[in-house]
């Protein structure tokens, strides 16, 4: 991997050991997927371990309540407010430069 992101010219940069805030959204991503997929399962196959994955991903991303949209899951937002700019929190304010008009969804 460092032979080929040196060819490539990419810095590779890594947190400092003990310092998992440095990475924090993949960190919470990794608990939360750790707890709910392969703390919950005895997956027999990998082909199985992916199905178990993808129903969480799309899980994740339709149904899940998520503290970012006011604990609405994404399609209740979409429903509900059709885009960012019309959801109170992402209000734009005379001081701020540019908000956010969309929710983009994996």
């Not at 990794?30 to 129903?55: I, P």
């Not at 969480?56 to 991303?61: A, E, I, K, R």
Request: glycine share 2%.
């Amino acid at each position: 991997m460092r032979e080929w992101c040196a060819n490539k010219n990419i810095q590779w940069e890594f947190i400092q050991p003990g310092k998992p805030t440095q990475n924090s959204l993949i960190e919470r991503f990794n608990r939360t997927f750790r707890q709910d997929v392969l703390d919950c399962y005895m997956f027999e196959s990998l082909a199985e371990a992916r199905k178990y994955a993808n129903a969480w991903v799309w899980m994740y991303n339709n149904v899940r309540p998520h503290s970012s949209l006011g604990q609405l899951s994404p399609t209740e937002f979409l429903s509900k407010y059709g885009k960012l700019s019309e959801f109170p929190s992402f209000q734009q304010d005379n001081n701020s430069k540019s908000a956010p008009t969309s929710l983009l969804l994996n």
